[in-house]
């Protein structure tokens, strides 16, 4: 038994254990790494573009696009080849996600006037001239998009009348069909659809037409109707 196992370990046969242990190493260590550095994944739901020394490729756009400074290159979801600095990438969520715009006082087109609170839907479009646009031309497409999406509802209820803001799946669309085009080019996003979570009439509003409507009578008291009116915000 022992010179088996001196036979087995010793010369020729440990010189082909060393090789064979070598070999398998090399298969489950060395090659999986190699194609971790050489090949990028992009699974679902995201995007990459391709970078050159931490920067993004510029190409020339598309005949026809109008746009001379160009778009950069997208690796949409698969398996694509990379090399460490001269050709890797940036990845890029381009799930839909929901911003919310500050709360705001809007003046209806019959003087009513509503504080408001708005979210909107959005997502990065995966092209190479929105994506340019999105993580080149704007420092903060979030908020640039939320200015344009508010002024867009601003105009919209300036020309409403009544005391009541219509639905929502009333009032969404009307607002993604005024801003959603100047949205994308501003801003290289798709407008999805925009919410209002709230909204009520203002207190001065409130307090406005509760001292126009007793002014008439002459037992009214405006003082009690300010103490009334604030005594109702407040609780």
């Not at 969520?93 to 500050?102: C, K, Y």
């Not at 801003?179 to 979570?197: K, Q, Y």
Request: a neutral charge; proline letters at 5%; charged letters at 20%.
């Amino acid at each position: 038994m022992f010179d088996l196992l001196s036979g087995m370990f010793g010369g020729n046969a440990l010189s082909v254990l060393v090789k064979t242990s070598g070999a398998a190493l090399t298969l489950l260590l060395v090659i999986p790494a190699l194609m971790k550095l050489f090949l990028v994944t992009v699974d679902e739901g995201s995007a990459a573009i391709r970078t050159r020394n931490g920067k993004p490729i510029i190409r020339k756009s598309a005949r026809g696009s109008g746009d001379a400074r160009g778009e950069v290159v997208v690796l949409r979801p698969g398996t694509h080849g990379a090399f460490p600095i001269f050709a890797w990438y940036r990845m890029i969520d381009v799930r839909a996600r929901s911003t919310d715009l500050p709360a705001r006082s809007l003046t209806g087109a019959g003087g009513h006037q509503h504080f408001v609170h708005a979210s909107f839907d959005w997502r990065p479009i995966v092209s190479g001239h929105d994506l340019r646009v999105l993580e080149l031309d704007v420092v903060n497409p979030k908020e640039r998009a939320g200015n344009i999406v508010g002024a867009a509802l601003r105009d919209l209820v300036h020309r409403l009348d009544g005391a009541i803001l219509p639905p929502n799946e009333d009032l969404s669309p009307r607002i993604v069909d005024a801003c959603a085009d100047l949205v994308r080019i501003e801003c290289g996003i798709e407008l999805l659809s925009v919410i209002l979570t709230g909204d009520s009439l203002t207190d001065g509003y409130l307090l406005s037409k509760a001292i126009s409507a007793g002014s008439s009578d002459p037992r009214w008291d405006p003082s009690s109707a300010v103490l009334a009116a604030t005594l109702t915000s407040v609780g």
